[in-house]
């Protein structure tokens, strides 16, 4: 049968049905079969292969994250892609989960508003599963059980020059799929306290940046946090947008403080990359400003980088296509003219650590 073959791991008879819905009419899509707990879904893969699974978080017996683990050990395996809770327990254990290998997760409908749930759902899927038929997503391989805990050997990349750059007073860090893994290697291999403030947006619900911020703030030298309405910007500190809303940043006196704003979506996200960086265009006119734009779908922050381009003085390091989980966000850059250099994932943050002047630069 022609079209991907879907998997849904759910014990909950009425999310199978809900994830069938809106699974089963999506372009693309040529099989969906369900099982209702994680030993039933690995019978279901001994007898036929599948390119995806949806797979709950938390299941009676063997949860959702071992069975990815196992998934993940296979020499062949699906795109897994989680469905959440917006439980804290749930959070947790997504994060868990993109670490070891998910593609990316979905929040569980709730039976308020089907029909426009329903939507949400398709729309989300669709985007997900087209790219994965399309072979535009690659499996983060640094996260698969079987590898090893040291980090790979830093690919060798072209030496450059120092940019003619105002002086750095703030950094920017735009991700989407696979952004929460490769932002934590981001600042895994930065050992130096940043000396401005650093501000990270990753496409993500309301929620599950709080849990975001503290595994960052657990697996790194940074302690990061969630950006706070109307809190000052300060030097050195690490602000992660929350989830759910727009984050902008606005001049109040001698300061510059945040700005949450709740309202639609832009460019089908919230927090958008393109809304964050338009306020930087409007606030740090002339300033200095390094922008990193990491794996992701789609095209958020090529209108915002172009603004503050025309603004402010601006130095962008877009994500290679090699060390992507989607070439979409850093794509967009490259093809619009915009991005300053390519770079591996793990050759970024000494790029960041030069352009800023800390120590350690090579």
């Known amino acids: 049968m022609a079209g991907l073959r879907v998997l849904i791991v759910d014990d909950t008879i009425v999310y199978r049905r809900i994830l069938t819905e809106a699974v089963t009419p999506l372009q693309g899509v040529g099989l969906v079969d369900a099982a209702p707990s994680a030993e039933a879904a690995l019978a279901k893969m001994d007898s036929q292969e599948y390119d995806v699974v949806l797979l709950d978080n938390i299941m009676p017996g063997m949860g959702g994250l071992d069975l990815l683990k196992i998934i993940k050990a296979r020499h062949v395996s699906p795109a897994v892609i989680m469905v959440s809770g917006s439980s804290g327990e749930n959070g947790e254990i997504t994060l868990?989960?993109?670490?070891h290998g998910a593609l990316d997760f979905i929040i569980k409908p709730t039976a308020a508003q089907p029909e426009k749930n329903l939507a949400i759902l398709q729309t989300q899927l669709g985007?997900?599963?087209?790219?994965?038929?399309?072979?535009?997503i690659k499996?983060?391989?640094?996260?698969?059980?079987?590898?090893?805990a040291a980090p790979p050997p830093l690919v060798e990349?072209?030496?450059?020059?120092?940019p003619k750059l105002a002086r750095i007073e703030l950094v920017v860090i735009a991700a989407s799929t696979g952004g929460p893994v490769a932002i934590k290697r981001l600042l895994q291999s930065v050992s130096q306290?940043?000396?401005v403030p650093v501000l990270i947006l990753q496409h993500m619900p309301s929620g599950f940046t709080a849990q975001m911020a503290a595994s960052l703030t657990k697996d790194t030298v940074h302690p990061v946090k969630e950006a706070g309405d109307r809190e000052q910007l300060r030097a050195g500190s690490v602000y992660l947008a929350a989830g759910g809303k727009h984050l902008k940043v606005r001049q109040n006196g001698n300061?510059?403080?945040?700005?949450?704003?709740?309202?639609?979506?832009?460019?089908?996200?919230?927090?958008?990359?393109?809304?964050l960086l338009g306020s930087l265009a409007e606030e740090f006119l002339g300033a200095g400003i390094l922008a990193v734009v990491l794996t992701g779908m789609g095209s958020d922050g090529v209108a915002g980088?172009?603004?503050?381009?025309?603004?402010?003085?601006?130095?962008?390091?877009?994500?290679?296509?090699?060390?992507c989980v989607v070439y979409g966000m850093p794509k967009a850059l490259v093809e619009a003219g915009l991005a300053d250099e390519v770079r591996d994932l793990d050759?970024?943050?000494s790029r960041m650590t030069e352009l800023l002047g800390l120590k350690g630069g090579r």
């Open 157 to 162: 990349e072209p030496k450059l020059a120092l």
């Open 139 to 148: 499996s983060p391989e640094w996260a698969k059980p079987s590898r090893k």
């Open 347 to 349: 050759a970024i943050g």
């Open 305 to 323: 980088v172009r603004a503050i381009k025309a603004r402010c003085s601006v130095y962008v390091i877009a994500q290679s296509e090699a060390s």
């Open 96 to 99: 868990q989960a993109l670490e």
């Open 127 to 136: 985007n997900l599963l087209s790219q994965i038929e399309l072979g535009q």
């Open 193 to 195: 306290q940043f000396s």
């Open 255 to 275: 300061h510059k403080i945040f700005a949450i704003d709740d309202g639609p979506l832009v460019n089908g996200v919230k927090p958008a990359a393109d809304v």
